[in-house]
C-alpha cells in the first residue's frame, strides 16, 4: 500500500509538469493578449509591460523561469490586471471563501444526497422512495444558476432574512445561499446514485444470506450493504468534492462572494496569464491529490481490491 | 502673463469657499449617510496612474483629487488647485495650490504632483495609461513615454511647494478638462516608495480625498470612511462610501430593490420602461457620453464593396435607429446620425441630411443606392459584422441583420470574446465592426480625434480637411463650427454608421440628493452627496 501511495506521488509529478506546460503553450498561443486594448497601448508602453512581465523572452523561457519562480519561491508572479497583487495574495484572498462554501456545501450534498437515497432505496416503490425521487429530479433540473436568482427572490427580496451577497467569515447568514445553491443539483445526482447502487447491493447474495440468517434489518443495512453500496457514489464523490471547493463561477458572480471561481473564468478571458497558471495548478494538484484519496478509501471500503 | 480665468464656472464658484454638498432648505438629514454605490466588476486597482478603468475611476474619485474637480453640471471647478494664470500663447499654465494635506497630515505639494505625472509618462511604471498624458499634450511627453527622454524633462515643474508650473507642446483647449482623470492626480511618493506595489492595501493607502479607505475585500466590497484631514471634511456629510461588486445586473437589481444598494447605473436592456412604471421617483434616465456605431473597414484588408461610398451610404440609411432605441434598448438612449455625443459641453448640433428623411425614405434610398453600385437579387452583397460577447450588442446585430436583409444585403453574425475582438479590430481583421466610444473629457475632440489619421479608428478612414480642421480647433476661440464640418465630413464620407447615443439609466434611492445627473460624463463624488430623513 505505502509503496502504491508512493508510485502514485511518482507519477503526479511528471503529470503536473505536463499540466504546466501545456496550459502555458496553449495559453500563449490563444489570440488577444493581456495588454490587448480598444485603445491601443502605445508600442513603447507595450514593449515596457512585456518587459517587465517577462513576456519578450522565448517561450522556453518563460516557462523555465516560471517553473523556476514556483519551485524555488513559491511564487506565482504577478497578476497582469490586478497590478496591486501578485498571484499569491489573490489566491489567499479568494481560496478559502470557495474552500468554506465548497466543503460545507459538499458535506450537505453527502448528508442529504445519501439520506434520501438509502431511503428511497430501503422503502423502494413506497411513497417514501416517490417522494425521494422526485426531491432528487426537482433539485436535478435546478441548476445553481436558476437556484441562485430564486434564493435571492425569497430570502433577500422577499423575507429580508438572508444578505444577497458578499462574504464574512464572521457571519455565517452570508454562507447560507451559495451553500445550498450549489449542493443541490450534486445533492441529486448523489440520491440517484446512492438510490440504485442500494437497490443493486440489496438485492445480492450475501444480502439475501444475512436475511436467511435472521439478522435484523437494521443491522443488515448499516453492517452489510451500506459499505459496498457506497462504492460507486465514492468513486463519483472524488472528482465532485475539487469540483466543489474549487469554486464555482455562477456562485461567485451571484453571490460576489470573491471565491476563486470567477478569478479563474475572469483571467483566462483577461488574459492574465500568471493567475491562469496559478489556478490551473492549484486546481491540478488538488484532482491529483483527491484521485489518490478516493483509491486509498476504495481499499478500505471493499477489501477485494488491493494494489 | 495675464491672470486669467478659465470658466465662468470658475469664476461663480471662486466666490464660495469650494463645492461641496449643499442641502436644501428645509431639508432634514437622515442618521445613516452612508452610500453603497454598485459596481459590475471587481476593482482592478486604485493606483491613479495604473488605472484604466472607469470602475477603478469611481472610488478612486473619492480617495484623492486633482487640481481640478466638477460641480454637479461637470463643469470644472477648482480642487487642489484654487486658482490659476494662463499665459498669453496658452502654452503655460500656472496652478496656485490650497493649504491641503494627504490622510497622513502631510501637506499636499506641487511637488506630489510633478511625481505622479512624472510616473504616469515615465515607462518604467508601464501605466497603460500613459497615453493620457500625450493626450493633454504636456511638453515632451511623447518622447518621455516613448523612454527617448528622461522622465524630468516632462512639462510640468514645482516653483515652489504652492506653485506648479505646466509647459504644453501645443495650445490645448481642453486641457483644465484633463485634469479631474484618475492619471492626474497627485501620489504620495514617500508611501509609494515605502510599500511598493502594495502602497494601494488599506491601511497603507493615502490619499488627499474626501475619503480615506478603509477595506477592500476584492470582488466583493470595498469601503472608504470619511477623511478628517480633507480641507473641507466639515462640509462633507456622507460618511461612508460602500462599492458593492455584483456581476450579473439583474442580481443587483435585486439586491437594489432590497435595500442593500442605493445606487445602480445600468438597468440591463428593455427593463427600465417597466421599473420607471413602478418606481417613478427611481428610475431616472440621463445622458452619458458615449457613442455606438458600425464602422467600415476601408482599409486595404477591408472589403472591396465597402469603398464605394454608396454602399456605405445604403448600408447606414437602412438601420432603423428608432427601433433600436424605443424597441431593443428602452433606456433613454437617442438614435445617432453622427458621432459626437449630442450632450457634450459646447457641441452644436451639425445638420446631417438623413437624420431628416424618414425612415421609408432612407430605405428607398438605399435600395437606389445599393443597386446603382451594382447589387441586387442576382448579386447580393455579402457582408460580416463582428461584434464582442454580449446580449445587448447581439441583439442590435440581430435587428440590423433583419434591416440590411430588407435591402438585399446578407450579413453574417460573427461573435467574438473580447480580446480577440479586440485583436482583430486594431489589426483590421473585419468587415463591418460595432464599435462604442467613451469620452475622456467633455469636449467633443474627443470623440472626433478617434477619426483622425493617425487616431485609433479602425476602419482607417483618412481624410486631410478634416485633420486639419482638428488641428485648428486647438487654437480657435470657438471650435464648434470646425466640430459641425468635421461630423459633416464623417457622415457625408460614412466612415461609419452612428447608432445611437447612449444613456445611463439609473435606479437611485429617493432619499439620496446630490447625484450630479445633469453631469453627462457621469463622474460623481460622494462628498457632493447626502442623504436626507425621510
Known sequence: MFAYVMRRLAVAIPTLLLLIIISYILMHFAPGGPFSKDREVPAAVLANLNAKYGLDDPLWKQIWDYLYGIVVHFDFGPSFVYPDLTVNQLIAKGFPVTLTYGILSFLLAVLVGVMLGVTAAIWHNSWLDYLAVGISIGAQVLPNFVMAPILLLIFTLWYRLLPGGGWSFSDPTFWIMPIIALATSYMASITRITRSSMLEVLGSNHIRTARAKGMPERRVILRHALKPAMLPVISYLGPVFVSMITGSVVIDMFFSTGGIGKSFVDSALNRDYAVMMGVTILLGTLTILFNLLVDILYVWIDPKIRY | ?534
Open chain 2, 1 to 534: 502673463m495675464t491672470k486669467f480665468l478659465a470658466t465662468t464656472a470658475l469664476v461663480a464658484v471662486l466666490s464660495l469657499p469650494v463645492y461641496a454638498a449643499q442641502p436644501a432648505e428645509g431639508e432634514k438629514l437622515a442618521e445613516d449617510q452612508s452610500l453603497s454605490f454598485w459596481i459590475l466588476d471587481a476593482i482592478k486597482t486604485l493606483d491613479p496612474q495604473l488605472t484604466e478603468s472607469r470602475t477603478d475611476s469611481d472610488m478612486i474619485r473619492q480617495l484623492f483629487e486633482g487640481l481640478m474637480t466638477q460641480d454637479d453640471t461637470g463643469a470644472m471647478v477648482p480642487g487642489m488647485a484654487e486658482s490659476h494664470d494662463i499665459s498669453d500663447d496658452k502654452l503655460t499654465y500656472t496652478f496656485h495650490l490650497r493649504d491641503a494635506k494627504w490622510s497622513n497630515g502631510d501637506p499636499v505639494t506641487a511637488g506630489d504632483f510633478v511625481y505622479a505625472w512624472r510616473r504616469a509618462a515615465d515607462p518604467e511604471t508601464a501605466s497603460e495609461y500613459a497615453w493620457f498624458v500625450e493626450l493633454m499634450n504636456l511638453e515632451n511627453a511623447t518622447a518621455v513615454v516613448k523612454g527617448e527622454a528622461s522622465p524630468e524633462e516632462l512639462g510640468v515643474t514645482a516653483i515652489d511647494d504652492k506653485t506648479l508650473e505646466v509647459k504644453l507642446s501645443k495650445p490645448t483647449p481642453y486641457f483644465l478638462k484633463t485634469l479631474d482623470h484618475a492619471t492626474t492626480y497627485p501620489a504620495p511618493q514617500k508611501v509609494i516608495e515605502e510599500h511598493g506595489q502594495q502602497w494601494t492595501q488599506p491601511g497603507n493607502l493615502v490619499g488627499n480625498g474626501a475619503y480615506v479607505l478603509k477595506s477592500h475585500d476584492l470582488g466583493v466590497k470595498a469601503t472608504a470612511v470619511k477623511n478628517d484631514q480633507y480641507y473641507d471634511a466639515e462640509n462633507t456629510i456622507i460618511d461612508e462610501v460602500n462599492f458593492i461588486t455584483v456581476n450579473d445586473q439583474n442580481i443587483a437589481l435585486t439586491r437594489y430593490q432590497a435595500g442593500e444598494i442605493d445606487w445602480f447605473n445600468l438597468i440591463p436592456a428593455g427593463q427600465y420602461p417597466k421599473l420607471k412604471e413602478e418606481f417613478p421617483d427611481e428610475a431616472i434616465s440621463v445622458p452619458w457620453a458615449c457613442s455606438y456605431g458600425y464602422v467600415f473597414n476601408l482599409s486595404e484588408k477591408g472589403p472591396e464593396a465597402l469603398k464605394d461610398l454608396r454602399v456605405r451610404q445604403a448600408l447606414s440609411y437602412a438601420i432603423d435607429r428608432d427601433i433600436i432605441v424605443d424597441k431593443v434598448l428602452q433606456g433613454g438612449q437617442k438614435p445617432a446620425y453622427y458621432w459626437t455625443h449630442w450632450a457634450m459641453e459646447g457641441f452644436e448640433e451639425p445638420e446631417i441630411e438623413m437624420a431628416n428623411w424618414t425612415q421609408p425614405e432612407r430605405m428607398e434610398k438605399a435600395r437606389e443606392l445599393l443597386t446603382e453600385a451594382g447589387y441586387g437579387p442576382d448579386n447580393p452583397l455579402k457582408l460580416k459584422l463582428m461584434y464582442n460577447t454580449s446580449e445587448d450588442h447581439k441583439k442590435i446585430a440581430i435587428a440590423v441583420q433583419q434591416f440590411w436583409k430588407a435591402i438585399g444585403v446578407e450579413l453574417t453574425l460573427e461573435n467574438y470574446e473580447w480580446k480577440v475582438f479586440v485583436d482583430k479590430g486594431n489589426n483590421q481583421d473585419f468587415e463591418v465592426q460595432r464599435y462604442a466610444w467613451c469620452a475622456d473629457y467633455n469636449e467633443a475632440s474627443t470623440f472626433l480625434d478617434w477619426f483622425r489619421t493617425d487616431g485609433d479608428n479602425n476602419g482607417m478612414w483618412s481624410n486631410e480637411e478634416y485633420d486639419q480642421l482638428l488641428a485648428d480647433a486647438a487654437t480657435e476661440e470657438n471650435p464648434a463650427e470646425n466640430y459641425k464640418k468635421m461630423e459633416q465630413l464623417l457622415i457625408g464620407d460614412m466612415a461609419l454608421a452612428p447608432v445611437y447615443h447612449y444613456a445611463q439609466p439609473n435606479m437611485i434611492k429617493p432619499d439620496l440628493r446630490g447625484v450630479p445627473l445633469d453631469n453627462v460624463m457621469g463622474d460623481w463624488y460622494a462628498k457632493n452627496l447626502y442623504r436626507v430623513a425621510e
